[in-house]
T-cell receptor, first 109, second 117 residues
Framework: GIQVEQSPPDLILQEGANSTLRCNFS?????LQWFHQNPWGQLINLFY???GTKQNGRLSATTVATERYSLLYISSSQTTDSGVYFC???????????FGAGTQVVVTP | SAVISQKPSRDICQRGTSLTIQCQVD?????MFWYRQQPGQSLTLIAT?????????ESGFVIDKFPISRPNLTFSTLTVSNMSPEDSSIYLC??????????????FGQGTRLTVV
């Protein structure tokens, strides 16, 4: 099956800093999503981005499908950005996802 | 988008018992998915629930341990049977949004945090 690798595994940021999270995948995909899992375990949809670039407030994402990677940018980080960020991909049209291992982000005041 | 309601949100169960988790979607969907997240780990797909047919299980998961029902296009249940402490995990259901099939974005319920003692 498809492999999804995320880096870095852990990230510690000071409030106000910027960061980039990376997701590499091993095959062509028709869906790529970024999620934020909060400390209560809830998965929050950040981006649905099989290709191209999107921005939502301080977050933005870019997927280069031909080179099989996606980047999530966090700017001016806040303590509420802490949590685990997951990249997930799908190769079918039904919404079944293969998740990466995640990046644990800690933002300190 | 899709609004997915999952319950219970958490439970503490005795080993050897079973727990049934319910998942309700606010629109009709062909496929629903069940995932498990073990402590400190990523999400792993348990099975795909298709209305009107038996669920399709991923490698390492079996129907006797995780029976699934899909009685209609908006509802599914996952049962965790004969539980042991190793079953302590977060269980999440998922379904595509109303933009399907042009938009295959997946949405998740709030999750069920299960602790087996």
């Amino acid at each position: 099956g498809i492999q999804v690798e995320q880096s870095p595994p852990d990230l510690i940021l000071q409030e106000g800093a910027n960061s980039t999270l990376r997701c590499n995948f091993s095959d062509s995909v028709n869906n790529l999503q970024w999620f934020h899992q909060n400390p209560w375990g809830q998965l929050i949809n950040l981006f649905y981005i099989p290709s191209g670039t999107k921005q939502n407030g301080r977050l933005s994402a870019t997927t280069v499908a031909t080179e099989r990677y996606s980047l999530l940018y966090i700017s001016s980080s806040q303590t509420t950005d802490s949590g685990v960020y997951f990249c997930a991909v799908s190769t079918d049209s039904w919404g079944k996802l293969q998740f990466g291992a995640g990046t644990q982000v800690v933002v300190t005041p | 988008s899709a609004v997915i309601s999952q319950k219970p949100s958490r439970d503490i169960c005795q080993r050897g018992t079973s727990l049934t988790i319910q998942c309700q979607v606010d629109s009709q969907v062909t496929m629903m998915f069940w995932y498990r997240q073990q402590p400190g780990q990523s999400l792993t797909l348990i099975a795909t629930a298709n209305q009107g047919s038996e669920a399709t299980y991923e490698s390492g998961f079996v129907i006797d341990k995780f029976p699934i029902s899909r009685p209609n296009l908006t509802f599914s249940t996952l049962t965790v049977s004969n539980m042991s402490p190793e079953d302590s995990s977060i269980y999440l259901c998922s379904a595509p949004g109303q933009g399907w099939p042009l938009n295959t974005e997946a949405f998740f319920g709030q999750g069920t945090r299960l602790t087996v003692v």
